[in-house]
């Protein structure tokens, strides 16, 4: 493999394949009277709920370790958006139980998207797991896990309409002191037919705005310098105060947390298609520290399988909604996310997603083929009916669409400056530091006294690889 594939299939590693992230940083508290070990899986979402839950922890006396073996108490939060997910954390439980063997005691929980779709069966399946908790029902975990001393295995998947962890402040885990996600919402009213969120996340609620907004500022007087603003479907952010006197859109609260100060950088996640409005396009025009850019998944360039997929929008809805975003902020990246191979799909309705990319000459994608999911509307009423084969080749197609798309979109931004914001040091050397800029794409360049992580600079870019620009500080 060249460098530069290696690169990009990095960039567009599939979730699923993501390695469990722990959070290194972090070295046992002595002060704490026992130690939990978090593993988080899937998307941004899960690995904000993990610093809800570490905040709920810590509050029972629980401090967070990094070694597995001297954990008391180990826990995976989980993804179930394709079967290759579930997989990994099944892997991931053998390991859990060697160590609960080799410790006796210790507790196994299992939290998040496939604790709720398995339920107690769970516990039927895995028998060393000892409870067994829903995205919404972190708040029971001190109760689960005292039952679970006693002897009794627990199981809460409650799904809740109100629950958004608002007044729970998180404790920021893996985190490099500059970046954080904040969560404004949770659930997912949408039925998009392949997808199995809205039965692990349950009914869409959007979180109070100026809980959000005290968050933000509270982060930005730490030191952090960007927030990613988090939900399913965030242009569908609605809040309303008790009394109805008020209410706030997306782009109202976006803002909002835009205006605690200007280098406080404003990122968001995910938009739909459907429901992205002007509002929230001229707020990211007219603010510069809210970024350009938007990651916009379209799943498929061709109208019959977007109906199929009930994405409510068709391929002409799409494209017009692509040229509007360039219309109001050109030099906006766009992102998105592609499923290869969904029921029925034919070759010609395949090549309408590879014209799709090329129109819409997407920074990044991330790419999947089909999985079923059991219990999804697309289980129920269509054949799972496209061969391993071609579903892998046709992602194999849109990955080599992309990769030369990325590469001649990072080669057009060679002698152009971008403002960065230092994230921290390359993976490649530690004599380079490595950020992004507005559009998201990651610049490396060598480090320069007096210039430190978390720090804005002007990045003159000298050369670029599909997933990186490379280039120098200038004044
Ligand atoms: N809320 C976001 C996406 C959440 S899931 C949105 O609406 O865009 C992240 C991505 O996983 C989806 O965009 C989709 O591309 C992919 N995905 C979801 N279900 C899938 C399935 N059953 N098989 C393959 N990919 C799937
Ligand atoms: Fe799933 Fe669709 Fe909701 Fe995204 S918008 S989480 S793809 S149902
Ligand atoms: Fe996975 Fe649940 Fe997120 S299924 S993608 S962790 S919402």
Known sequence: MTEQVKELNSRVMLSDDRQGEVFPEIGTDKNFKKSFYIESYGCQMNFSDSEIVASILQGQGYGPTKEISEADLLLINTCSIREKAEDTVRKRLRIFDKHKRQRPGTLVGVLGCMAERLKAKFLEEERLVDMVVGPDAYRDLPALIAQADDGDKGVNVFLSRE????????????????????????????????????????????????????????????????????????????????????????????????????DLRVRFSTSHPKDITDEVLYAIRDYENICNYIHLPLQSGNSRILELMNRTYDREWYQNKIDRIYEIIPDCAISSDMITGFCSETEEEHQDTLTMMDYAQYCLSYMFYYSERPGTLAAKKYADDIPLEAKKRRLSEIIDKQHSISYDRNQQDIGKTYRVLIEGISKKSADDYKGRNSQNTMIVFPKMEGIEVGDYVNVFVEEATSATLIGKIVS
């Open 163 to 262: 629950e958004t962890y608002a007044d729970i402040a998180p404790i920021r885990l893996n985190s490099n002191g500059v970046t954080a996600l904040i969560s404004i919402m949770r659930g997912c009213n949408n039925m998009c037919s392949f997808c199995v969120v809205p039965y692990t996340r349950g009914r869409e609620r959007s979180r109070d705005p100026f809980s959000v907004v005290a968050e933000a500022r509270d982060l930005f007087e730490n030191g952090y310098k960007e927030v990613t603003l988090l939900g399913q479907n965030v242009d569908s952010y609605r809040w309303e105060s008790p009394d109805k006197e008020f209410e706030v859109s997306f782009a109202k609260l976006m803002t909002m947390v835009a205006d605690i100060h200007p």
